[in-house]
């Protein structure tokens, strides 16, 4: 496996806590981009937070200077469609999420409704920043029924902000299990689906490949769990304290993506 930054073809970048947080675009994320791009190689944005459609962000990307389209971007959301039209292609499925989450479901051609009803035949969650108690106690009825299946999209525990952090799809999924007993199939990161199908995607070599996030529990394994070089950056929620303690280590850790950038420069 080819551990030069600069062999690398295709880079699959997380975004909170790696390239922006919030809306603050942390420096060298522009420039390191455009080196990228320099260097004849690609890069695809492959994140967990499943509260914005593509659309969205695309559009929270341009805010930034930032030009893309939907071929740059892999979510949880996109993966956890292509697992639920596998599964339930005809079938009713109970989404809990944003507006932006339900949007991109349906626009991937499937049954999603947001009230209880006869046959739903799956419980689907993604990280909510619309989240409602009234949701909430749906989903617990919903979860009493064992022959409902439960999704997730991600893990994550919380999402950063520009204050901190506030829970994230992992948190509430372990509120439900306190309440229902039940536990959700997470579809995003850790798993190697997302890095799979983005590599397929792009129709790189996994020697060509590098993941670059903040996190070492999805980020990070995600990229082990697909047997791909792995790059963690300290601008979000990591803290070396915490890769000291982690089972699971980075090939390379960098302070932010400028200190990348300023290697690839070179």
């Known amino acids: 496996m080819k551990t030069n930054l600069k062999d690398k073809k295709l880079y699959l970048l997380d975004m909170d806590g790696t390239l922006y947080l919030g809306t603050r675009l942390f420096d060298g994320t522009l420039e390191f981009l455009n080196q990228v791009k320099k260097m004849g190689g690609r890069y695809m944005f492959m994140t967990n937070n499943s509260s914005r459609s593509v659309n969205k962000y695309i559009e929270k990307l341009a805010s930034f200077g930032i030009s893309a389209t939907k071929e740059d971007f892999l979510t949880s959301s996109q993966a956890t469609a292509l697992f639920l039209k596998k599964k339930y292609k005809d079938k009713i499925i109970y989404a ?3 507006e932006s989450f339900k949007e991109e479901l349906r626009s991937a051609g499937l049954k999603i409704v947001d009230k209880r009803c006869d046959n739903i035949a799956c419980l689907v969650m993604g990280f909510d920043t619309e989240l409602t108690f009234s949701k909430l106690e749906d989903a617990c009825i919903l979860l009493l029924d064992k022959n409902i299946d439960y999704i997730a999209t991600n893990p994550d525990l919380v ?3 520009e204050f901190g952090y506030v829970p994230d799809c992992g948190s509430v999924s372990i509120m439900l299990e306190n309440a229902t007993k039940r536990r959700p199939i997470f579809i995003g990161k850790p798993e190697p689906a997302m890095a799979n199908l983005a590599i397929e995607k792009a129709g790189a070599k ?3 490949v590098i993941v670059i996030g903040d996190r070492i529990y999805t980020d990070i394994a995600c990229g082990i769990n697909a047997n791909i070089t792995t790059a ?3 601008s979000g929620e990591t803290t070396m304290e915490i890769v000291e303690k982690s089972e699971q280590k980075p090939d390379f850790i960098f302070q932010n993506i400028k200190e990348i950038y300023n290697i690839l420069a070179r």
Do not use: A, I, M, S
């Open 232 to 234: 963690l950056v300290l």
């Open 96 to 98: 809990l999420g944003t």
């Open 206 to 208: 996994k020697e060509d």
């Open 159 to 161: 999402c950063p902000t």
